[in-house]
């Protein structure tokens, strides 16, 4: 097959790999339809994360996909399973014995890493969807009703990251919420609080995506004007915003979100900052403000696929590019230079 091969820190090309054809019980072997370009990739091609993401080379990358079933493991079949599924994936799959994973909170699985005690996570330690086939866990897997396309349904990994985002932060009908960071994360974030029925949302960004968050509903405010917290405080009477999504990755702004909070507020991040920032201390003590970490999607797939499949969620102005995979090149160039309003780009292998 031909697949997406990564040799060492941005050393990558376009060449013929082998079909893993060899299944688990659990397994099902897919033919790719749709990978879309996420913002860790550009990391793991740069060799962000040495010796973790990926753990060693040759690796084949990509996490955000959708795809047909061609055969399935025994297990896999005897629960469902058959050729001609379409489905759509989530990164992590739990080993599904250990205690978190038992109690569903299988994205802090306790033997993450371990393979052989089956714990996988596709395009980041176990190989991904940048190729013509690839090989997955049932248990990693939502079926795609028919009708429904099936290159938006190669979302529902960051969407679902972004609605359990939004989860966490305890958003309640009505409620005012701030999206700190207009990247993917805080666009699609912001899709999501609308669905789910936020009253006004606040975006923090800069240039064309803070002009997309205005066009898909939110307040705009514009970080490079220095005046984050005292703008959000303006719009709302001085109180701060109940519900905060740091999706900026920034320590300043995850300061930012949590004197931005109203009394009581929760933040929710899954920004990652390089550096830890200075938080306010006797603030987020004092005011009860909860700061949260979101790490990826646990459970929240399916539900993220239905607000697509019912028209809650409309994607359609993110998703901005398509390459074939014999261009991924370009297309990762186009991903991380923004290139012509660049958010989500796919790759059709
Ligand atoms: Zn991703
Ligand atoms: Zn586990």
């Not at 079909?19 to 793991?44: A, K, N, W, Y």
């Not at 759509?88 to 052989?116: K, V």
């Not at 079926?143 to 290159?151: A, N, T």
Request: with cysteine.
């Amino acid at each position: 097959m031909r697949a997406l091969v990564l040799r060492g820190p941005r050393q990558f090309a376009v060449e013929d790999a082998p079909t893993p054809l060899e299944l688990e019980p659990d397994d099902v072997l897919c033919r790719v339809d749709t990978t879309f370009i996420c913002g860790t990739d550009p990391h793991i091609i740069n060799g962000d994360f040495p010796g973790f993401w990926p753990p060693s080379f040759p690796f084949i990358p990509g996490h955000e996909w959708s795809a047909v079933v061609v055969e399935t493991g025994t297990r896999a079949r005897s629960l469902g399973w058959a050729a001609g599924d379409r489905v759509c994936a989530i990164s992590h799959c739990g080993c599904g014995a250990c205690r978190n994973c038992l109690r569903g909170r299988y994205n802090l699985c306790l033997n993450y890493g371990h393979a052989d005690r089956g714990h996988r996570q596709y395009g980041h330690i176990t190989p991904g969807a940048y190729a013509e086939y690839v090989r997955a866990s049932v248990k990693s897997l939502v079926r795609v009703p028919d009708g429904f396309d099936l290159e938006t349904a190669a979302c529902v990994d960051p969407l679902s990251i972004a609605l359990y985002t939004v989860k966490r932060s305890r958003l309640q009908p009505g409620d005012d919420l701030l999206v700190m960071g207009t990247g993917p994360q805080g666009l699609m974030a912001i899709l999501v609080a609308k669905a789910l029925g936020a009253g006004r949302i606040i975006a923090v960004g800069s240039g064309a995506r803070l002009d997309l968050a205005r066009s898909l509903g939110a307040i705009p405010i514009d970080y490079r004007a220095g005046r984050v917290v005292e703008d959000v405080r303006g719009l709302t009477d001085g109180l701060g915003v109940p519900a905060v999504l740091e999706c900026a990755g920034t320590a300043a702004a995850l300061r930012a979100c949590c004197l931005a909070a109203a009394k009581g507020g929760v933040v929710s991040v899954i920004g990652i900052p390089h550096e830890d920032p200075t938080l306010p201390m006797k603030r987020i003590v004092l005011d009860e403000i909860e700061i949260v970490g979101d790490r990826a999607n646990p459970n929240t797939a399916e539900d993220a696929l239905a607000l697509l499949v019912n028209g809650r969620v409309d994607l359609t102005p993110l998703i901005t590019h398509r390459f074939p995979l014999a261009q991924f090149a370009r297309g990762l160039e186009v991903f991380e230079r923004r290139e012509d309003g660049a958010v989500k780009v796919a790759i059709n292998p």
